[in-house]
Each structure stands twice: as structure tokens, then as C-alpha cells.
């Protein structure tokens, strides 16, 4: 006798919608009522194809990665290293992308229970702990990545963006900046709150003049636009630390394309050390954070917690920031000397050549 899908629920005392939501849309139903459903199929061997099987087995062998910005080469780069790390176990990975919004995030909880991943690594955007409930009670583990969490309640992998944003304060300063424009990014964003922390505990051991310039997200765009911003500062900053390499690169562009010299007029840092960094118009000063790394610890983390339950503890890895200099930032003083020198010949040559002075 064919069992049907009635059969199921009459058995389980649900309704026959109910028990197709156990199977295609788990995420809006109670852990309770799934339980009973799986149990029923179990017992009566409903299967009509292999996809309940994988269903009543409990999970796929595939993991969600939740970030705020995939067209970030920084998260592409962690995505590479997640899955890099899942392809070893055998494990797909879906990459969902929040775009910063929390209604997007709380979306994809939903969407990763309804596709039975194993686990779920997330880069918060507004995380409420509700989410991570709502996974782990379908047996869903979570990792943080990019983000510092609480190790009694899962594992984490971040880095340490309070330094990061006192080492690139502390290069400017060795520069002598003592003028410094900070373009800080949204403060709900918690990677950029932090750096801000560690800029105004640098600018305060240094005694320097901090600037701040908010944007409403982290991208190349908010960069070019905040060129007037920066622009429309009074005594203006001879430098700029962007809160990531994004920002950095579209400040450059907006800059550059107002003929301001970068870094004989101003100085710009950014944050991440993406790839592009060292090919821009002026290869960029960044902070670099080991993103691969971040993606394949947290991978590795997070598998074997799925994977070994019982024996698995959480942990909190956490990342060193480190300097990396190019072409884009420049002592001041040298900068202004040569200003200065720029001018004269400027002077003198149109004084001998007239208009037609050689540059
Ligand atoms: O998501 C914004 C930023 O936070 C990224 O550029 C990267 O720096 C991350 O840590």
C-alpha cells in the first residue's frame, strides 16, 4: 500500500498542510510538530523521493554563510576560505548576502532552516539572539566570523579591530598628521564601532585633531560621496582613515578627480587589505585582516562542532591587524617642503617661460 502524505498527517494528528511544511517549509514550524512528523515518516517509511530522505535524516551536507556585503572583495575572500574548508568534508556552502539589512537577515534564518544546512556561519548585521535560537533549536550549530562572540554559547573568529584602528592612527602620527579626517562608516556596524574606539584612544594618547565623517554604509560609493564632506572641513585634515579599503579607494577616486595629490596633499589609509589595494590609481596604505584565514577557522570550527557534538568546544579565535604601507600615505612635513619647492618653480618658471613653462 502507497503511503501518502495524508497518511502521515492523519497519524501524527496534523494537518496535511502542516506536514507539507515539515517538509518544505521546516522554518515556520514548532521543533515539536517536526519531530512527531519525522518520526511518523520514519515509522510508516513515507518517501517519495530521496529528498525526504535527506529531510528525515535531519540535514544536508551544506552549510549557510551570512554576510553583509559579498561584492566586498574582503568577503569574497572569506567565502573562499569557508568553502575551501567545507569542500574538504564534502560539505556545498550557500552564501547569503544581507546587503546591511536586518529585515534581509532575519529572512535568511528562515530560508537556511527551510534548505536544512548543517550549520551557519554569520557575520551580523543586527544578530538577535532569537536567530541563533531559533536555528539551534532545529539542531542548526552557528559560528560568528567576523565578529567577537561569547564563547559559552558558540564559537567565533574575529579580529581585533580596536588595534586596527589604533596601528593606522599611530602611522599617521609617525607621519607627523596631527590633522586627521576619520571616515567611519555606520556605528551599528560592530567591526566599524570598534575601530572608531581604537582611533579615539590613539588620538588621545597622541594629542591629535579627529575628524569624523559618517557614512551610511561601507562601500566605494559612500566613499566618493564623502569627498565634499571632507572637502567642506575647516583647517583640513592633511590625512584620512577610512574604516575599510571600499571607502578608501572611492574617497581616492573623488580626490583624485578634483586634482588633489595623493599623498603630497593628503594622506589616505584604509582597512582590510583587499587585493586591490596595491593596484590603485595610488597604491592604498591599508590594515591588513588575514580574511582567508578568518573564512577557513571558522569553517573548521564550525564543522567540528557539527560533526562531533558531544566532544566539541566552543572557542573565540581572535586576529592581530597588521600595517601594511604603500604610496598613499607620506610624512607631512616632507609633503609640505615639497609643496613649497612645487610653487617656486612654478613661480620662477612661468616668470622665464611665461605660459608655455615646462611642468
Ligand atoms: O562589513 C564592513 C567591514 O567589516 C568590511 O570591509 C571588513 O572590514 C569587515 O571587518
Known amino acids: 500500500m502507497t503511503i501518502s502524505l495524508r497518511d502521515i ?32 515518516i520514519e515509522e510508516l517509511g513515507y518517501n517519495p523521493n530521496g529528498y525526504v530522505k535527506q529531510m528525515s535524516a535531519g540535514h544536508s551536507r551544506t552549510l549557510g554563510l551570512v554576510v553583509p556585503n559579498v561584492s566586498n572583495p574582503f568577503f569574497a575572500e572569506v567565502a573562499r576560505g569557508v568553502e575551501d574548508a567545507a569542500a574538504k568534508k564534502n560539505y556545498a556552502v550557500f552564501i547569503c548576502n544581507t546587503g546591511e539589512s536586518n529585515q534581509r537577515e532575519e529572512r535568511f534564518m528562515s ?50 579591530d580596536v588595534r586596527g584602528g589604533e596601528i593606522a592612527i599611530e602611522h599617521l602620527a609617525s607621519l607627523h ?17 570598534d575601530r572608531s574606539k581604537g582611533v ?33 572641513l575647516e583647517n583640513r585634515p592633511t590625512a584620512i ?41 595610488v597604491p592604498l596604505t591599508s590594515i591588513a585582516q588575514p580574511a582567508y584565514q578568518l573564512g577557513t577557522v571558522a569553517a573548521q570550527l564550525l564543522l567540528s562542532e557539527c560533526e562531533g557534538i558531544e566532544t566539541h568546544a566552543h572557542q573565540e579565535v581572535n586576529f592581530q591587524p597588521e600595517l601594511v604601507v604603500r604610496n598613499s600615505t607620506r610624512d607631512v612635513a616632507s609633503a609640505r ?23
Open 9 to 40: 498527517a492523519k497519524k501524527a494528528g496534523v494537518s496535511v498542510g502542516t506536514a507539507s511544511n515539515v517538509l518544505n517549509r521546516p522554518g515556520i514550524v514548532s521543533p515539536e510538530t517536526a519531530k512527531r512528523v519525522h518520526q511518523v
Open 111 to 160: 530560508v537556511l532552516i527551510e534548505q536544512m544546512v548543517k550549520g551557519v556561519l554569520i557575520t551580523p548585521t543586527s544578530l538577535k539572539p532569537a536567530h541563533i535560537k531559533m536555528l539551534k533549536e532545529r539542531g542548526i550549530s552557528v559560528t560568528l566570523i567576523d565578529a567577537a562572540g561569547k564563547t559559552s554559547t558558540e564559537c567565533s573568529v574575529s579580529v581585533n
Open 241 to 281: 582613515f577610512c574604516a575599510n579599503d571600499l571607502l578608501a579607494l572611492g574617497m581616492m577616486r573623488g580626490l583624485l578627480a578634483r586634482g588633489i595629490r595623493i599623498p603630497d596633499e593628503v594622506s589616505i589609509i584604509g582597512y582590510d587589505d583587499i587585493e586591490f589595494a596595491p593596484s590603485a590609481a
Open 337 to 359: 617642503a615639497e609643496a613649497v619647492v612645487r610653487r617656486e618653480y612654478a613661480h620662477l618658471a612661468t616668470s622665464y617661460f611665461g605660459s608655455s613653462a615646462p611642468a
Open 200 to 232: 579615539a584612544a590613539a588620538a588621545k594618547s597622541h594629542k591629535l585633531k579627529i575628524s569624523s565623517i559618517t557614512t551610511a554604509t561601507m562601500t566605494f560609493a559612500a566613499g566618493e560621496e564623502a569627498v565634499e564632506q571632507f572637502l567642506a
Open 177 to 193: 598628521h596631527t590633522n586627521i579626517a576619520w571616515v567611519c562608516g555606520p556605528a551599528t556596524i560592530p567591526q566599524a564601532a
